[in-house]
């Protein structure tokens, strides 16, 4: 008799990719529909020695469920910071558009073990692991960073 694994309780697809960039949401719904279109495009375009995804702006933003301005703002700067993928601006014709080229391969290789990543979400400290920031974007407090609670 076949024993069947129970998948309950594993981290899906989207909070794997968010373990890759460091916690970041933009860049990880951003990530999420390019690790889609990557593996559901047949004919990818040949350019400059790899293989490309291409789409404008608006379309990757709108599939991700970002504005323009988060896309370009947030998720693109941070993802470019990764070597498992590359992002680029380049005409198709008299269209620019954005070119994006995926490394699955790379990007296994970019993911903190998950028994070292869940701690950090939930704010332990884990000895040798990168910190991941709950809300990177939060201004900050008026005077510094040394305010205490009375203002001084």
Do not use: C
């Not at 790899?50 to 608006?58: N, P, Q």
């Not at 301005?69 to 198709?92: C, D, G, T, W």
């Amino acid at each position: 008799m076949k024993k069947n694994k129970s998948t309950f309780g594993v981290p899906g697809l989207l909070a794997q990719l968010r373990n890759s960039v460091d916690g970041q949401w933009p860049a990880a719904l951003l990530l999420y529909r390019v690790v889609y279109r990557w593996a559901n495009v047949a004919n990818k375009l040949e350019r400059l020695g790899r293989e490309w995804i291409a789409m404008s702006r608006e379309n990757w933003a709108r599939e991700a469920g970002l504005s323009v301005s988060e896309m370009k703002n947030r998720a693109l700067p941070h993802l470019r910071k990764y070597q498992f993928i590359k992002i680029r601006a380049m005409k198709l014709g008299d269209v620019k558009l954005l070119w994006i080229s995926l490394d699955v391969d790379e990007l296994e290789k970019w993911q903190t073990p998950w028994d070292m990543y869940e701690p950090q979400l939930n704010g332990a400290k884990v000895i040798g692991a990168k910190k991941v920031p709950s809300y990177p974007y939060k201004k900050k407090p008026k005077g510094g960073e040394n305010v205490d609670f009375e203002g001084k």
